[in-house]
């Protein structure tokens, strides 16, 4: 920290000094027309001769990552969002009160605006010989390698300005992340679908069972959720006649975080009426193998060292038959609640002794015992009502319902189902999760949603929906182990 200070101090005594000389600070009307990635891409095959032939000046603005001096010369690197590129500082080229300035007060992690011509050193690396540079922003404070380096991942994470600056990895993440959601809109869209956007905060938090933020509005006097899903607003789109919409959008869930949970993420929900979830299930395939092309040109990647393959069509596992084949859970065991509770105990799984549901303890024992062991695409089918209190009874078998998840790499990517358009089921079971409520169960919002039942009764279409994580697509597809690399500012807990 000491060390930090004095180059603080060193830093501001530089900034004063220059602008005693008249020289601003931070001026605003440097404009770049050149971008250093884009050259190195124009001109990696260029010569030296091919790059005099060009007879042309660049003009780029970068920040100043690394310098070499050489007396009356120094050889440095700028970067901006697209990449580095290596500058040639001369003193016969810019001149003496330039130069003098260049060396005395302009430091790593400066941003510079220069101009010159191209050309190739004798190890062959493009530069850019600069006739003319000046100070665009001075910084304050010196990049992390100076003293200590940017280490600590969660300084990265709070700090991410920096990591972006010094990383190249996690910019690239970030663009890819960019590349990913442009895809996902352009499918949509090309397909038919209506991008909308519907309210994130809502007086009954709905579409899934999750602990919401709250707040107050003081001119409704009322109180307001942050969404924890946009299902149910969409939904009542399809009655308004909107056949195919989707939504990407932020959610928000007052719950824990881990590698996998933000307090806010991205979601990417559809609907499509006249559909089914078998025709969701296609239509994720599709979408996630046109990803994999798009990104790598491969149906197969490498997420954390283990290749997944997303060539369809993907294997489909009734949610009991996982249980009992892949959890390895005896099915004398699924039919008693002691039972569950006694495996729960041994294998260390946490669970609400409370809890009446056993189809609810089903979903503890899936996700500890079956979700980690699913690595290649798959589609768990055949969910238990009591725990899809918004999808379609299946005609043949109404315990189950028509309902998929996607699990990819251990965890949940996309959940979807053919969705329940008749009103009375749907009052019944917004009428048994209040029940459940005053058991004290917090994740059941204690108010039914009279107003989307009232859409229901006015007839929406057989439809069906999904919601596809775009924090956890992106981690697969960019190999980020948790879901703070894919995040530009995640929420951690407060500095000490």
Known sequence: MKEEKGILEARRKKAEELEALGEP?????????????????????????????LNQTFKLAGRLMARRDFGKAVFGHIQ????????????????????????????????????????????????????????????????????????????????????LIMNPR????????????QYLRDYFISNGF????????????????ARPFKTYHHALERDLYLRIAPELYLKRLLVGGFERVFELNRNFRNEGVSTQHNPEFTMLEFYEAYATHEDLMRRTEEILVGLAQELYGSNRITYQGQELDFTPPWPRIPFKKALLEIGGVPEEVLNSREKILELAQAQGIKMDPREPVLQKLWAKLFDALVEPKLIQPTFITEFPVEISPLARRNEQDPSITDRFELIVAGREIA????????????????????????ADDLEVHPEIDEDFIRALEYGMPPAAGEGLGIDRIVMLFTDAPSIREVILFPHLRPEA
């Open 25 to 53: 600070l931070f001026p605003n009307d440097f404009r770049p027309t050149d971008r250093a990635g884009i050259l190195q891409e124009l001109y990696r095959d260029y010569d030296q001769e091919a790059l005099e032939r």
């Open 415 to 438: 959940n979807a189902f053919s969705e329940l358009n008749d009103p009375r089921d749907q009052r019944a079971r917004f009428e048994e999760q209040i029940q459940k409520r005053l």
């Open 170 to 181: 996690v910019r690239e993440i970030f663009l890819t992340r960019t590349r990913i959601v």
């Open 194 to 209: 209506l991008e909308v956007e519907t309210p994130m905060m809502q007086p009954i938090p709905g579409g899934a069972t």
């Open 80 to 163: 901006d969002q697209t990449g580095r590129i290596q500058i040639f500082v001369k003193r016969d080229e810019v001149g003496e009160e330039k130069f003098k300035l260049f060396k005395k007060y302009y430091d790593i992690g400066d941003i510079l605006g220069v101009e010159g011509p191209l050309f190739r050193t004798k190890t062959g690396e493009l530069t850019l010989l600069v006739r003319d540079l000046r100070l665009v922003t001075k910084a304050f404070r010196p990049l992390p390698e100076k003293f200590h380096g940017l280490r600590d991942t969660e300084l990265r994470y709070r700090r991410r300005y920096v990591d």
